[in-house]
């Protein structure tokens, strides 16, 4: 992206987050389904990108079901932003009215234990709205890390909005994340990842869907390393104002084995979890880009 594309891109979001807030609720939500709209129609690379993902998960859809699918994939995707954007001005009141998770003691009694927890999760509905959750509604801070962003005031502008919300941030670059994650966890505390794709060009191969992708080995290795408890989480929209979500069971460390192939059986055991949740709700999976093997570019990796 050009320095003006990147410019052009921080001066978007800010708007997006001094003005979409101050909006009356029902107003947002009707902008984000017409924006969600357009851009649907217009069929742009996110788009077909998001129905060849869809087509992966829905193997048997007609190409009529994938066009709806992606049109409230879309409409989905937006729904998190217009509410990402409003969040910062949402009582902790409104907040515990619009989440209910399933299975939430396994996150309490872990954190209870004194063990430590890592939530992975997938980009399903609304992750940062979760983590408000977590934070206002719970009770329970926690440290995540941030893919770093171009422009860098744009990254600046996430990381101070997620801070905001009660989240400490690390950057996913630099090589010091892991160790500060592992400090957090062996202090009894929360870690939430987001896991359905690696960034690094050096994840874990992981069959998801019946195909080949990669996913991060961090949340496995975390767990190895400190002791702490690896639950994957998944999220979803229904027809109401309430995002939904559930704790699955916790993926212990195989008995033997080496640490790599602990890990290939862990993060397995995620990409199974997330498959799950994503099959169930696959219009609010947000994957508007590469992920499988076959589709990456290996001079390039990710996109």
Not at 25 to 49: C, F, K, S, Y
Not at 58 to 71: C, N, T, Y
Not at 92 to 121: I, P
Not at 178 to 192: E, I, K
């Amino acid at each position: 992206m050009s320095a003006v594309g990147e410019r052009l891109t921080d001066a978007l979001y800010g708007l997006g987050w001094a003005t979409v807030r101050k909006l009356p609720e029902p107003v947002a939500a009707g902008l984000g389904r017409r924006i969600a709209d357009t851009a649907w129609r217009r069929r742009g690379q996110g788009v077909l990108r998001l129905e060849a993902n869809l087509a992966r998960v829905v193997p048997d859809a007609s190409p009529q079901r994938l066009a709806e699918l992606s049109r409230a994939g879309m409409r989905s995707y937006m729904r998190y932003w217009m509410e990402s954007f409003r969040l910062p001005s949402w009582s902790a009141e409104r907040v515990g009215r619009s989440v209910e998770v399933k299975d939430v003691h396994l996150l309490t009694d872990g954190l209870a234990s004194g063990r430590g927890v890592v939530l992975a999760l997938p980009h399903l509905a609304n992750w940062d709205l979760a983590g408000v959750w977590a934070t206002r509604s719970l009770g329970v801070p926690f440290t995540t890390v941030a893919e770093r962003l171009k422009p860098e005031s744009l990254y600046d502008r996430f990381v101070a909005y997620r801070e905001s919300l009660g989240m400490e941030v690390l950057p996913h670059t630099g090589g010091s994340a892991f160790g500060a994650l592992a400090r957090r966890l062996r202090a009894g505390g929360l870690v939430c990842l987001v896991a359905d794709r690696d960034l690094s060009s050096s994840g874990v191969e992981v069959d998801f869907f019946g195909e080949r992708a990669r996913m991060p080995a961090g949340p496995a290795l975390l767990a190895q390393h400190t002791g702490a408890l690896l639950l994957p989480v998944t999220l979803w929209y229904d027809d109401t104002a309430t995002m939904r979500g559930r704790v699955h069971p916790p993926v212990e460390p195989p008995e033997s084995g080496t640490r790599a192939e602990k890990t290939a059986v862990m993060t397995q055991a995620l990409a199974d979890a997330f498959a799950g949740g994503i099959a169930e709700h696959p219009e609010d999976w947000h994957m508007l880009q590469r992920l499988w093997l076959a589709d990456l570019d290996p001079a390039k990796g990710p996109k």
